[in-house]
């Protein structure tokens, strides 16, 4: 998913260019929006920031609508009232141009920026994405773990199964199992079903495993 297509991309631009009356394609619209990201260099140079930098406060957190960026004239509509500060329009436009494939700055920086502008599910996905382009790196998973630690005290049933994860393995910070078991509390907000939920109790169940074999 997240192998770069530059060349795509530009060709895909550039026919654009040529053919702007013509109707586009699903992949030839993502790809047009994608590009018109990329090429958005204030966007592009806050993705390189930390997402928990930039992490709204409780106070100013937007609530995640439905989405509303389906549909080809719809994800046009999305780029324009991102631009303009909808946090939502940017949340739901990467998550409609991500599975399309192309390059991470395609999708990533409407993450980071959806991030800032309030919608803390999308700290959550931008640390992830983060993490999925550069894993080894240290400062990486520092800034990933602190993302997720913020993002979970501030409610994100996701940020709290990732941030457990990390604590109950010890990556990019210090193990701590009792707290991982305390911020997996918070990851079945929205019931059983919820792959945060059932993330979080095979998580559980592991570290309960591993924390009695070392007792016995």
């Given at each position: ?76 509509s999305c ?13 739901w436009l ?37 993490l999925a ?84």
């Amino acid at each position: 998913m997240r192998v770069a297509h530059h060349l795509w991309l530009l060709a895909i631009t550039l026919l654009g260019a040529l053919h702007a009356n013509a109707a586009q394609d699903p992949l030839e619209l993502s790809a047009s929006l994608a590009a018109r990201v990329q090429a958005n260099t204030a966007w592009q140079a806050q993705a390189k920031k930390c997402p928990a930098e930039s992490m709204p406060t409780r106070a100013t957190l937007q609530p995640l609508r439905a989405d509303s960026c389906q549909g080809a004239g719809s994800m046009e509509s999305c780029l324009a009232r991102c631009e303009t500060g909808d946090a939502n329009a940017c949340y739901w436009l990467a998550n409609g141009l991500q599975p399309a494939g192309g390059a991470d700055e395609g999708y990533e920086p409407l993450y980071q920026r959806a991030c800032s502008l309030g919608v803390i599910s999308a700290c959550t996905n931008r640390a992830a994405g983060m993490l999925a382009a550069d894993a080894d790196s240290p400062e990486v998973r520092q800034c990933a773990v602190q993302t997720f630690a913020k993002a979970c005290d501030l409610d994100d049933p996701w940020a709290c199964t990732m941030y457990g994860f990390h604590l109950s393995r010890g990556i990019g910070v210090k193990a701590d199992l009792e707290l991982a078991l305390k911020v997996l509390q918070k990851s079945c907000t929205f019931g059983p079903q919820d792959p945060a939920c059932s993330g979080a109790e095979k998580l559980r169940e592991d570290i309960l495993r591993a924390r009695h074999a070392a007792e016995s």
